[in-house]
């Protein structure tokens, strides 16, 4: 039987409900809710949205607080985000490599991807020698242009992504972040030229951070190593530097283990 003019393509529901469930799912990464408040969080009808809850929930994919009865990540999920942890290409090549920086960092290291228009965190680690920097949710998934992370892997984006980035909306994450899309464009220009990011009290009044850029042989970017840093270090030059070189002498090494091999001179002139 011949389909009619302008049905709609028979996938779609399924990509609809696909869609649906990602976004149910990015939602209750940030923090556990009920189906009333996604729905209401989300904009969908309550029906659709605890159908699509309850499937998830059959998976293993989310699991319900019985005491709230809030959906938060189920351990499906968390078996397949330990694969991709497992199977990345930096972290293979990195692991040793961040663990033997770990000592050296006066804060929390970490390392970060992009994900979409977000910095997403795959690795932190506290050096245990040194007073705990505090950690928030935000600090693991955060708009790109909102931290020193976020901002070195858009700024060592194509510049077509770089364009259509900055012509959505910038996201006001505190009361320091950089909204001007015309202001971001001078500071990403900056991190380029000098190879390395600088924040300061972009999450947490209290805290830092500095980032650089790892390589993929290809000269795109692959990540970002930063440390998180009280913010009397951050302002403290001597610090910062040694710091930074230690952040960049490893990300040098991280990304001539991807094949990178012109990153000293192409990032780092400034910095090196």
């Known amino acids: 039987m011949t389909e009619q003019v302008g049905a709609p393509p028979r996938g779609l529901p399924q990509v609809k409900s696909l869609s649906r469930g990602t976004?149910?799912?990015?939602?209750?990464?940030?923090?556990?809710?009920?189906?009333?408040?996604?729905?209401?969080?989300?904009?969908?009808?309550?029906?659709?949205?605890?159908?699509?809850?309850?499937?998830?929930?059959?998976?293993?994919?989310?699991?319900?607080?019985?005491?709230t009865g809030e959906y938060s990540v189920g351990p499906t999920l968390w078996a397949l985000a330990s694969s991709y942890i497992r199977d990345h290409a930096v972290l293979g090549v990195g692991l040793r490599h961040l663990e033997q920086l770990l000592p050296s960092i006066q804060g929390l290291l970490k390392l970060t991807e992009r994900c979409d228009s977000e910095a997403?965190?795959?690795?932190?680690?506290?050096?245990?020698?040194?007073?705990?920097?505090?950690?928030?949710?935000?600090?693991?998934?955060?708009p790109l242009h909102a931290v020193s992370f976020g901002q070195v892997l858009l700024a060592f984006e194509s510049p077509e992504f770089v364009a259509a980035y900055l012509a959505e909306p910038l996201q006001r994450v505190s009361s320091r972040t950089v909204t001007d899309p015309d202001a971001m464009?001078?500071?990403?220009?900056?991190?380029?030229?000098?190879?390395?990011?600088?924040?300061r009290a972009e999450l947490q009044s209290d805290n830092g951070s500095i980032a650089v850029p790892v390589f993929r042989k290809d000269g795109s970017v692959a990540?970002?190593?930063?440390?998180?840093?009280?913010?009397?270090?951050?302002?403290?030059?001597?610090?910062?530097?040694?710091?930074?070189?230690?952040?960049?002498?490893?990300?040098?090494?991280?990304?001539?283990?991807?094949?990178?091999?012109?990153?000293?001179?192409?990032a780092y002139r400034a910095g090196a």
């Not at 009333?36 to 998976?59: C, F, K, M, N, Q």
């Not at 464009?185 to 924040?199: D, H, W």
């Open 23 to 67: 976004r149910i799912l990015r939602t209750l990464a940030d923090r556990p809710m009920r189906p009333s408040d996604l729905s209401r969080e989300l904009d969908a009808p309550w029906a659709t949205i605890y159908r699509t809850v309850r499937g998830l929930t059959e998976e293993g994919m989310l699991q319900r607080d019985p005491d």
């Open 120 to 142: 997403v965190t795959l690795f932190a680690e506290q050096n245990p020698q040194v007073p705990a920097v505090r950690r928030i949710r935000e600090q693991y998934r955060v």
């Open 185 to 199: 464009t001078t500071v990403l220009a900056q991190i380029r030229e000098q190879g390395y990011a600088v924040s």
């Open 223 to 266: 990540a970002a190593v930063s440390a998180v840093l009280p913010l009397q270090l951050i302002d403290d030059a001597d610090v910062a530097d040694q710091q930074r070189q230690l952040l960049m002498d490893t990300a040098v090494t991280l990304s001539e283990s991807l094949g990178w091999r012109a990153y000293r001179d192409a």
